[in-house]
């Protein structure tokens, strides 16, 4: 693959694009990138639409002046039909009803949070929930379109084998990576799984509600996934743990959250506010 040769080379050519699926392991993977790239990191936020487009990325570059090394974001879909610019995308794909299953008990706690309740039937009334994998690749659930996507992809990790995928994203990344992390975001009480697990009927609906995302996950760790191992010099015996568990978050860590959070974000919610404000005038 054209991609996987380039970044084996190490060329400098494109920029790296994390296209975040909710709960693969992204945010732990995200403190690698934030520790890699720091100021240099951007999660890139929309400025008008909910899916991110060539502009918000032009409008990011202005405002990193030392140059973008790596975007992310849940707002990177489809993103072949979104952006010019050349993308080294890569992502982290999970086990379709685990990785469901997960995202459920991630929105039960915000709605816990909130005063609320939400049951998995609730959840999955949101088509959008359904096939989420596949869609945030392909822009809907199309599964040969995923399948094609990922082919210009510079790499596609799986969350199961975490470690040995960072090993192999370090080797295919134009940059060298600084495999420093905390787990983030591990999941507690799993005993609410069991409001899912113990329910025939729910059990059916995680099935359905994951089909396609069960087959294009077939597809990365049957025959896309060994690709990469190979193109990394890696095979499935290769030992991998180069992690290093981090004690406590660096500064450069802090630089990056800083620079997100405190210029870049406060300066985009400014600009929506303006476009919001031309629009009343406009009416």
């Known amino acids: 693959m054209e991609s996987m040769k380039m970044a084996k080379g190490k060329s400098k050519e494109g920029l790296l694009a994390f296209v975040h699926i909710p709960k693969t392991a992204g945010t732990t993977l995200k403190m690698v990138l934030q520790n890699s790239f720091c100021v240099r990191l951007c999660n890139l936020m929309p400025l008008v639409e909910p899916v991110a487009v060539e502009a918000d990325l032009a409008y990011a570059k202005r405002v990193y002046r030392l140059g973008l090394r790596c975007i992310l974001g849940h707002s990177l879909i ?73 082919e210009d992809y510079l790499f596609v990790g799986l969350t199961e084998r975490f470690e040995e995928s960072l090993a192999v994203l370090d080797e295919l990344s134009p940059y060298s990576l600084r495999l420093e992390c905390r787990r983030l975001h591990v999941a507690s009480n799993p005993g609410d799984r069991h409001e899912v697990l113990d329910d025939p009927d729910a059990c059916r609906l995680l099935v359905e509600a994951n089909e396609i995302d069960q087959q ?56 929506r506010a303006r476009k919001s404000q031309a629009a009343r005038v406009a009416d």
């Open 78 to 150: 489809n993103t072949s039909d979104h952006f010019e610019s050349r993308l080294l995308r890569f992502t982290f794909v999970r086990d379709p009803a685990k990785r469901c299953l997960s995202h459920f008990l991630h929105k039960k706690r915000a709605a816990k949070r909130a005063g609320k309740s939400l049951s998995f039937y609730e959840f999955l009334e949101d088509k959008a929930m359904w096939n989420a994998q596949t869609k945030m690749i392909a822009g809907s659930d199309d599964l040969e379109r995923a399948k094609n996507e990922l």
């Open 216 to 271: 294009l996950y077939d597809h990365v760790s049957e025959t896309v996934y060994p690709r990469f191992l190979a193109a990394a010099g890696l095979d499935e015996s290769s030992s991998s743990r180069r992690i290093i568990d981090l004690k406590r978050r660096p500064m450069r860590y802090w630089l990056c959250r800083w620079f997100q959070n405190g210029v870049y974000r406060q300066l985009v919610y400014r600009r």
